[in-house]
């Protein structure tokens, strides 16, 4: 049995090393990180060449499913994968990890929204924590912000005022509430992405009393199935035999 596998988080990796060696699993990174952390077995890095390009890719490589584990907010790849397999009729799971609850945080539907928070509620210094590709957003918003992300962001996309912190998680309780005390930090700008790897900066924004702006999630495209834990996955592609 052959089953691609869109990883690229944890979950992804854990899910391959679950499945090796009876399961031939096809690990696909999408390759913007560099040296990613690698799962076991066979890996494809780089995009598909969108929806034309990911159906010729599956015909080709006639694999018996498709489990989708990468992350929650990474939608073209997941939209583009549902489709697809719908066409095709190839069994197909999305692995969600579950999301945090938003507790007290202000909800909103994206990094635009979020900025537009940040200025009417007039925060001074914010912990922008969206990833490379959520700074756009905030360039023109007059604030001090501490960005942290895994690659550096694109020079056009930076506030005129910031300092950026390259690095990689998993965070701890007491390192997140030190950086926020050290930095002064009133608000947090953070995606819902779940999970435990980046969790200990919601604890530690309650603890010092930094108010937090979440990013909901975007929906999961309409008639997918989707688990929540790397058992229910293995479960499911192990089902397929």
């Not at 890719?57 to 989708?68: E, P, T």
């Not at 539907?109 to 959520?134: H, M, P, Y």
């Not at 957003?137 to 007059?142: I, L, N, P, S, T």
């Not at 990689?168 to 309780?173: E, I, L």
Request: charged letters at 20%; glycine letters at 8%; proline letters at 7%.
């Amino acid at each position: 049995m052959k089953i691609l596998l869109l990883g690229g988080t944890g979950e992804a990796r854990a899910l391959a090393a679950a499945l090796h060696p009876d399961v031939e699993v096809i690990s696909s990174l999408a390759g913007r990180v560099p040296d990613p952390a690698m799962p076991v077995g066979e890996v494809r890095v780089g995009g598909f060449g969108g929806v034309d390009g990911m159906r010729r890719w599956l015909m080709d490589s006639a694999v018996d499913g498709v489990v989708d584990a990468t992350h929650p907010f990474a939608a073209t790849i997941t939209a583009h994968a549902a489709q697809v397999c719908a066409e095709l009729r190839l069994p197909h799971l999305v692995l969600a990890r579950p999301a945090w609850p938003p507790g007290d945080a202000i909800l909103v539907g994206s990094d635009t929204e979020a900025a537009k928070v940040i200025t009417q509620q007039r925060f001074s210094r914010i912990f922008l924590t969206t990833g490379r590709s959520g700074t756009t957003a905030f360039r023109d918003v007059d604030a001090w912000f501490l960005i942290r992300a895994v690659t550096e962001p694109d020079a056009e996309t930076l506030p005129a005022r910031h300092e950026l912190l390259l690095s990689r998680g998993p965070y701890h309780y007491e390192g997140e509430l030190a950086l926020l005390r050290e930095h002064d930090i009133d608000a947090l700008v953070t995606k819902n992405s779940g999970g435990d790897m980046t969790q200990p900066k919601l604890r530690a924004a309650a603890t010092a009393g930094v108010a937090v702006v979440m990013v909901d999630r975007p929906p999961l495209p309409e008639g997918v199935r989707s688990v929540a834990t790397v058992d229910e996955a293995q479960a499911w592609v192990r089902a397929l035999r």
